[in-house]
C-alpha cells in the first residue's frame, strides 16, 4: 500500500467505513511508515477536535423575536397574502365554477329550436291565423282606406331601396 | 399534528404551526450557522433570516424531501451567502489567527491540559474558517454536527459519492493548513 492511498483508507477507518481485508493492509503499512502514523494522529486529534465543539445556548426568545420580523416582513409583500389566499381561492373558484355551469344545465330550458317551416307549416303548426292581417284591415272604417291598404299589403316584394314593386 | 399537517397549516398562513416547526429546528439550524461562523450574534441573526426565508418559500416546498433536509438546505445555503459577503470584506492570514491563539493564555481553562485542549480546538474551528467555503460546509455538516452521508447529499443535493470524495479532500486540506500548529507543539507524533 502507498502512503497516498493510505491516507485514504485511513480517514475511513476512523469512521469504522473500513472492511477488515483492507484494515489489515492499512495496519501493515501504518506499521512500517513513520509519516503515515503521525498523519493518522493528526487527523484523530482534528476529528476529536471537530467532534468536541461546544455550541452556545440559541439566544433567548427567538420565536418570539422571529414573530414580528414575520409580520413587517408581510406587510412589506403583499404579494405573499395574495399567493396564501390564492391558494384557498383555487379550489372555491373550481366550486363556484362546477356549480354554476351545473345551475345553467339543469334551470335555463335550452332554447327552441327554429324550425324550417313553409308558410302552410306555420299556419298550421304555430297557430297562425293567415287572414289575421286582411281581417284588420276589413275592418278599417273607411273604404278608400281599405282598398289602398289591401293594395300595397299585396305588394310584398321590394326593390334594392326598398321601395315596392309593381 | 405530525410533521406534514404542521407544513401543511404553515402553508395556509397559520403562524402558531409554523412557530412549532420553528422551535423544532432552530437548535440545530442555529448551531449550524455557529459552526461556519463561529459567531453566536451573527448565528442568531442567520438563523433567523434561514426561518424567515423558509416562511416566505413554503409553497416552493413540494414535500418530496423531509422538511428537516429543505429547512437544512435553505441554512446552508443562506449561511454560503453570508460567509462570501463576509470574505469578501476580511482575509485574515492564518499564520496570524494560529500565532495569536497559540500565545493566548486561557484563564478559564486553569488545568494545562485542558488549557491545551481548548487552544487545541479553538485553532482547529478557527482554520476551518480559512478553507473554501464548500470544504467549511462539508466539516460542518459531517464533523461537527454529525449528519450521515446521505442527509449530507439530500442538504447538498450532490451524491453520495461526491461527499465522500469532497470531504476526504476537505480534511486533507485542513491537516496541511494545521501543519504549522502540529509542529509548534510537537502533536502528531505518537499517539
Not at chain 1, 363556484?96 to 345553467?104: E, I, N, Q, R, S
Request: glycine letters at 4%.
Amino acid at each position: 500500500m502507498k502512503c497516498k492511498q493510505s491516507e485514504k483508507y485511513l480517514l475511513r477507518s476512523l469512521e469504522n467505513r473500513l472492511n477488515p481485508s483492507v484494515k489489515i493492509q492499512l495496519k501493515s503499512h501504518l506499521d512500517d511508515c513513520p509519516q503515515c502514523r503521525k498523519r493518522q494522529s493528526e487527523y484523530q486529534i482534528i476529528l476529536r477536535s471537530l467532534k468536541e465543539e461546544s455550541f452556545p445556548e440559541t439566544l433567548p426568545y427567538f420565536w418570539e423575536r422571529l414573530q414580528p420580523r414575520l409580520k413587517e416582513k408581510r406587510k412589506i409583500d403583499p404579494w405573499f397574502v395574495g399567493k396564501q389566499f390564492g391558494l384557498r381561492a383555487i379550489p372555491l373558484s373550481i366550486l363556484v365554477v362546477v356549480l354554476f355551469t351545473a345551475a345553467v344545465f339543469l334551470f335555463i330550458p335550452s332554447p327552441k329550436e327554429e324550425l324550417d317551416l313553409s308558410q302552410t307549416g306555420v299556419f298550421l303548426l304555430q297557430n297562425s291565423n293567415p287572414l289575421e292581417e286582411t281581417q284588420t284591415l276589413l275592418s278599417e272604417e273607411g273604404d278608400g282606406n281599405k282598398h289602398i291598404m289591401l293594395l300595397f299589403s299585396s305588394l310584398d316584394e321590394t326593390n334594392d331601396i326598398g321601395r315596392n314593386l309593381p | 399534528m405530525d410533521e406534514k399537517d404542521l407544513v401543511r397549516n404553515s402553508k395556509e398562513g397559520d403562524e402558531e404551526a409554523f412557530g412549532v416547526l420553528v422551535i423544532k429546528y432552530k437548535t440545530k439550524v442555529y448551531h449550524l450557522a455557529y459552526s461556519l461562523t463561529q459567531d453566536a450574534q451573527a448565528a442568531d441573526d442567520l438563523a433567523q433570516e434561514v426561518f424567515i426565508k423558509a416562511y416566505f418559500a413554503l409553497d416552493k416546498f413540494r414535500g418530496k424531501s423531509e422538511f428537516g433536509t429543505w429547512i437544512y438546505r435553505i441554512a446552508v445555503n443562506h449561511c454560503r451567502d453570508f460567509l462570501r459577503k463576509k470574505n469578501r470584506m476580511t482575509q485574515i492570514p492564518l499564520e496570524n489567527i494560529i500565532g495569536k491563539i497559540s500565545a493566548q493564555e486561557d484563564e478559564t481553562f486553569p488545568e494545562e491540559k485542558e488549557q491545551e485542549e481548548a487552544q487545541r480546538r479553538k485553532v482547529v474551528h478557527t482554520t476551518i474558517q480559512t478553507l473554501p467555503d464548500k470544504y467549511r460546509v462539508i466539516l460542518s455538516l459531517r464533523d461537527i454536527q454529525d449528519f450521515s452521508y446521505s442527509e449530507i447529499a439530500k442538504i447538498l443535493d450532490i451524491s453520495p459519492g461526491t461527499v465522500d470524495s469532497r470531504l476526504h479532500r476537505a480534511r486533507k486540506m485542513l491537516r496541511k493548513k494545521l501543519e504549522p500548529f502540529f509542529s509548534q507543539k510537537g502533536e502528531g507524533h505518537e499517539m
